[in-house]
């Protein structure tokens, strides 16, 4: 019998990024959710903390497949050399549950998760939406740019970050990515013009007063799967209308939303499932803010390691 780890695609993050661009990224997250794929369903992750960290255990299975990934999660600390969220990931198929590809699950995660962000502010945005503030000048940060670039014409993109020199590096790469759009350094002074506002730091508190979040903005939290930490003021999830992955997540994982439940600023009922607004079951409320908190789940690392496992078949 042949060996089934000699037989296993390794896709690296040079290949990831290759096989699926962001934009394919993000179609491939709203096609399974238009399909009809129930985010509730997925699989449970499990996270477990150790002496330096944590581990995250995240499976999830439709189809033809399944899929694991294993992250680990470093404290933030400064002079960091290796990225704070680092991971591994086994694509499988179903079938006779064998390991088809390994996957370089850091690449795999910082690109999944700005492609669902896309993938959901796509309805959340205004149509004209241009200008972009993001909190965070790491590589989630840089790939929401990329990801909202790939939805909306950007023309005016401010990044906001503690070091100076990560800002800046960061900056240069967004030029690269938006080379038409006037991209600077900026604050939290910039939100009340912003159109958008990303929100990918490893902050335990608010990051802008909610008062400055303008009516047509469209806000994504992503820094945090902790229901203690947040990146957001309670009353801005208070005035706004609040989309999650699913329910369940955002009452356990989401501290944005445990803590502005906990402070009686929002409502647990009033959260709305992603899959919801995709598919069109609940209008977008386009005379408030729209806020997205997600945390990560499986489905979202599942639908982009699929993709990239059956182009890379198709050209071997």
């Not at 990515?177 to 490893?202: F, K, Q, R």
């Not at 979040?213 to 990146?231: L, T």
């Amino acid at each position: 019998m042949a060996d089934p780890i000699s037989r296993l695609r390794m896709i690296s993050a040079d290949a990831l990024t290759r096989l699926v661009p962001m934009a394919d990224a993000i179609a491939a997250v709203r096609a399974v959710l238009v399909d009809g794929f129930d985010p509730a369903l997925d699989l449970d992750r499990t996270i477990v903390d150790v002496p330096t960290g944590q581990l995250l255990l995240m499976p999830s299975a439709f189809d033809d497949v399944v899929g694991h990934k294993l992250a680990t999660v470093a404290p933030d600390a400064p002079g960091r050399t290796v990225p704070r969220i680092q991971a591994l990931y086994v694509l499988i198929d179903a079938a006779a549950l064998s390991p088809i590809a390994l996957i370089d699950g850091t690449a795999l995660t910082t690109l999944r998760t700005p492609a669902v962000s896309a993938a959901v502010l796509d309805d959340l945005a205004a149509p004209d939406a241009a200008s972009l503030v993001v909190f965070g000048t790491g590589p989630q940060g840089v790939a929401h740019v990329a990801a909202l670039a790939a939805i909306r014409r950007l023309n005016r993109v401010r990044l906001v970050g503690r070091d100076a020199a990560r800002a800046a590096a960061a900056c240069a790469a967004v030029h690269r990515i938006v080379p038409e759009a006037d991209v600077a350094i900026g604050s939290a002074a910039d939100v009340p013009d912003a159109d958008l506002v990303v929100c990918a730091t490893t902050s335990t508190s608010p990051l802008f007063a909610a008062a400055d979040v303008r009516e047509r903005a469209a806000v994504v939290a992503v820094g945090s799967h902790s229901p203690d930490a947040r990146e957001l003021d309670g009353a801005l999830l208070g005035r706004a209308q609040v989309v999650v992955e699913t329910r369940r997540v955002a009452r356990e994982e989401a501290g944005d939303v445990v803590l502005a439940v906990a402070d009686g600023a929002l409502d647990a009922s009033d959260v709305v499932p992603m899959a919801d607004v995709v598919t069109g079951r609940v209008a977008v409320a386009p005379d408030r803010p729209r806020v997205l908190k997600t945390c990560g789940m499986g489905w979202q690392d599942l639908v982009v390691a699929r993709l990239a496992e059956k182009r890379m078949r198709r050209e071997e």
